[in-house]
């Protein structure tokens, strides 16, 4: 979503301000590529109750987990009873199919608040780093939380990104 916002405040400044983001790669990393590729692989094989474990293991910290398991139970559960396979497969194939390329960072003149989730092992904080370091207008905030900032810090989140909001509206 974020990387979206980022290409349509590139594209339609007119309509975006400011906005954050979380969890974008751009950095090229031939291990994160390898793990993606291990994951769909789990996918493609029919080995769907595999695939919602692995993906709901890299989307929280070990920590968040732990502490919640019933939390994990129902998530899973959500995405194996609510999701189809296909719309799952839509979902995972588009987010690794779009090209940070799209984007041309340095040239992005809106406020972006950038999130470096410290325990996100599906896109880790070096490319929250590198991404502030293109962006002209960034702010590089850190959460101690996996990739899926919304569910296991979402007051946080909701208080950062209010705050930004407020600063660069």
Known sequence: GGTLAMLLAQTRPDL???CCVSGV???????RGYRFRAIFDLFDNGHLDDFVEVVVEESFSLKWRQDNPKK?????????????????SLLFRAAARFSRHAIKFKSLSVPVMVIAAEDDSLVEPQHAEHLSELLPASELVRMDCGHAISIESG?????????FFERNH
């Open 16 to 18: 975006v301000k400011s």
């Open 25 to 31: 790669a751009v950095l090229r990393d031939a291990p």
């Open 72 to 88: 994990v139970e129902t998530i899973q559960g959500l995405l194996l009873k609510e999701r189809s396979p296909e719309s799952l």
């Open 155 to 163: 007051f946080e989140l909701a208080q950062l990104s209010a705050s």
